[in-house]
């Protein structure tokens, strides 16, 4: 079966710096997507990574090694905005989206 | 870009009544849009995936009599839930996906759907 592991919820500091992990077994791979979604309301697009390496994109960055199914979501200088679920999500040989249940973030003062 | 529209953002109706939830991407001609549901504190469940000018394609278990879905255009989706249950309370989220090689999704702000 396929399926991709987040953790469910982390807590960080604000000004701090949070990884949010993300395993995934699938069939296939066409590329790793991360959304953020707020409390009620809709994902956002962050990030998309289809090769190896780290892509940087302001506060925060993604990084996926394919070989050992992995990505990373990093948040530099976290603001109390960043409070918020983040989604990953893979794009299967299908190019069917499988996606994560999300990892909660709390970001405290 | 990449603007996603959905309408109505709110809506709350009798049980039994039916539904329509527009969604338009309103700089981008999407080949294929997406019908998500999420229930509190849950994940996406991707309810259909739909292609301009074809019949939509539903998950398992998601009625296709229930949840009616047309792709009229390259810029507008349309979900009708017919004969809502307050069971079917929920929020509904559409995304669009332009293709041509760009497999990223772009959401709309959700419909909030409350049937009395």
């Known amino acids: 079966g396929q399926n991709i592991d987040q953790p469910t919820e982390m807590t960080a500091t604000e000004g701090a710096i949070v990884q949010i992990n993300c395993t995934y077994q699938t069939s296939g791979f066409n590329g790793l997507f991360w959304y953020q979604q707020h409390a009620g309301e809709a994902p956002t697009f962050l990030s998309y990574?289809?090769l190896d390496g780290l892509e940087e994109k302001g506060r925060f960055s993604s990084f996926l090694s394919r070989s050992k199914g992995y990505s990373y979501l990093l948040l530099k200088e976290l603001q109390m905005k960043d409070s918020a679920s983040y989604l990953c999500?893979?794009?299967?040989?299908?190019?069917?989206?499988?996606w994560g249940a999300g990892t909660k973030l709390i970001i405290k003062p | 870009g990449a603007v996603v529209s959905q309408h109505p953002s709110w809506v709350i109706c009798k049980s039994g009544t039916s539904v329509k939830i527009e969604c338009r991407s309103l700089d981008f001609q999407a080949t294929t849009m997406f019908w998500y549901r999420q229930f509190p504190k849950q994940s996406l469940m991707l309810m259909a995936t739909?292609?301009?000018?074809?019949?939509?394609?539903?998950e398992q278990g998601v009625e296709k009599d229930k949840f009616l879905i047309n792709h009229a255009s390259l810029t507008l989706s349309t979900l009708t839930v017919t004969s809502a249950h307050p069971e079917d309370s929920s929020f509904y989220i559409c995304?669009?996906?332009?293709?041509?090689?760009?497999?990223?999704?772009?959401f709309g702000p959700g419909t909030r759907l409350l049937v009395l």
């Open positions: 739909s292609n301009e000018g074809s019949k939509a394609t539903y």
């Open positions: 995304s669009a996906r332009e293709g041509g090689g760009s497999e990223t999704q772009y």
């Open positions: 990574n289809v």
């Open positions: 999500a893979v794009l299967d040989s299908n190019y069917q989206l499988i």
